[in-house]
Nanobody, 124 residues
Framework: VQLQASGGGLVQSGGSLRLSCAAS????????MGWFRQAPGKEREFVAS????????FYADSVKGRFTILRDHANSGAYLRMNGLKSEDTAVYYC??????????????????WGQGTLVTVSS
């Protein structure tokens, strides 16, 4: 599965952005998709994930209530809608796809395909 992330940019604190992740290739056996982020000098961290059916969603506590992950059925991918952005949300955001049924979609180790990352910068 190949993933293409887009939608990053510069936004003021309190603003909104929508990230998109389009998947191509063999998507028929994808179990779930997720978004992770990595801020400068920090480790990559989980942001949100969704099962391929869209039935289940999972969020990091730091983004719960502000971010929403949705399946993009038209592009075999996923969106990440981000509202109420804060300076601490500044990071490179990566989308990922998992084929591992039964594995937690909160852990990066469950994912086997990664996009190239898109930079989100929130100015205070």
């Amino acid at each position: 599965v190949q993933l293409q992330a887009s939608g990053g940019g510069l936004v003021q604190s309190g603003g909104s952005l929508r990230l998109s992740c389009a998947a191509s290739g063999r998507t028929s056996d994808v179990f779930g998709m997720g978004w992770f982020r990595q801020a400068p000098g920090k480790e990559r961290e989980f942001v949100a994930s969704i099962t391929w059916s869209g039935t289940w969603t999972f969020y990091a506590d730091s983004v719960k209530g502000r971010f929403t992950i949705l399946r993009d059925h038209a592009n075999s991918g996923a969106y990440l809608r981000m509202n109420g952005l804060k300076s601490e949300d500044t990071a490179v955001y990566y989308c990922a796809a998992s084929h591992s049924r039964g594995e937690s979609l909160r852990f990066s180790s469950s994912y086997d395909s990664w996009g190239q990352g898109t930079l989100v910068t929130v100015s205070s």
